[in-house]
């Protein structure tokens, strides 16, 4: 196998690298800068130009991180490199490898639908193709993105109506940022989390723009009050911490978990199912555009999903750890 899961992460022995290493290695490729798959402590990494700053913040300043452009393709120790467009977050990439005509294509996370912060998904053709399955159910099925904005904007628009703030939990890389681009800046202030805040910058050197936000500190805070903000914050800020900050205070959380049949929110007051992962039918559309005559499985669903291909005639196998059980609280879920 030209790729092998080992103890510490997916390894391509012919060119001696991991993917997503789980523990420190010599050379790492990163798909994203997700804190599951950008681990601090390899001696040398390789990710897209996009999204070297975001993982360079993940891993340390100090870390060497190198990159290249989508499409670029290098050589390590004869096996040829190159990274393609995966649609999660701003950087997110597929990684492929070809080897005496041998090609793989490791998916890492991704999404079909086209969004304002981050590079538009790219089906890349292969022989054997790992595909993650966070969301492989069928009744995971994602309505269009400007829909779910629609329903953020009248959520807002109508607590600003009854004298309530808005704080919406969002993961603070990639779904804050793609939950602040949909913002309509005319229904009243923004505000976002310092951990949130710390990523613009990225953002905004790769050309993407955003409404105008207020620094999330106590002055500007006591200002605007009245004025019933918008706040986009990790889930791990509280409800009751806005509270004490912002006074009456409405809150939801945005997740692809969020939809109907997956885990609804308990402690929030709506769900909006925001994900920045394929639904089932786009990790079928992605599985078949690749025309892989291999699928491996991992991160998620993986023997819904495996089950499913085995029976439409596709060699499939999970790779990694088995079904997922349904996690028991939201917060587990930085998706």
Not at 40 to 55: H, M, N, Q, W
Request: aromatic share 10%; with cysteine; net charge negative.
């Amino acid at each position: 196998m030209l790729i092998e899961l080992t103890p510490s992460g997916l390894y391509c022995s012919a060119g001696d690298f991991y993917i997503d290493p789980q523990a420190p290695v010599r050379r790492a490729i990163i798909t994203h800068a997700h804190t599951d798959h950008a681990k601090p402590g390899s001696d040398a990494y390789l990710t897209s130009r996009s999204g070297k700053p975001l993982v360079q913040q993940r891993v340390g300043l100090r870390a060497k991180v190198e990159s290249l452009e989508f499409g670029e393709e290098i050589e390590i120790r004869g096996v040829k490199v190159s990274l393609h467009p995966a649609g999660h977050i701003l950087g997110s990439t597929q990684v492929r490898i070809e080897y005496h005509g041998e090609i793989w294509v490791v998916s890492g996370d991704y999404k079909l639908e086209p969004d304002a912060t981050c590079e538009t998904f790219e089906h890349v053709k292969c022989h054997t193709f790992i595909t993650e399955s966070t969301f492989a159910k069928p009744h995971y099925k994602w309505k269009a993105q400007t829909e779910i904005f629609n329903q953020i904007n009248d959520w807002w628009q109508m607590n600003s109506l009854w004298g309530t703030t808005s704080l919406i939990g969002a993961y603070s890389l990639g779904k804050a940022q793609r939950v602040l681009a949909g913002l309509d800046p005319g229904i009243g202030p923004i505000m976002v989390y310092p951990t949130v805040e710390k990523f613009l910058p990225a953002y905004k050197a790769a050309g993407i723009s955003f409404p105008e936000i207020l620094p999330f500190n106590e002055t500007t805070i006591a200002e605007i009050r009245e004025k019933r903000p918008l706040i986009i914050a990790p889930p791990q800020f509280a409800r009751v911490d806005a509270e004490k900050k912002f006074g009456a205070v409405a809150s939801a959380f945005a997740s692809g978990w969020m939809s109907k049949g997956g885990l609804h929110s308990k402690i929030h007051d709506r769900g909006f199912a925001l994900s920045d992962h394929a639904d089932w039918e786009g990790l079928l559309a992605a599985i078949k555009a690749t025309e892989a005559e291999n699928i491996f499985v991992m991160h998620g669903f993986t023997n819904t999903l495996v089950n499913h291909l085995r029976s439409i005639g596709y060699n499939a196998h999970v790779i990694g750890a088995t079904q997922r059980v349904q996690p028991a609280a939201e917060h587990s879920l930085p998706e």
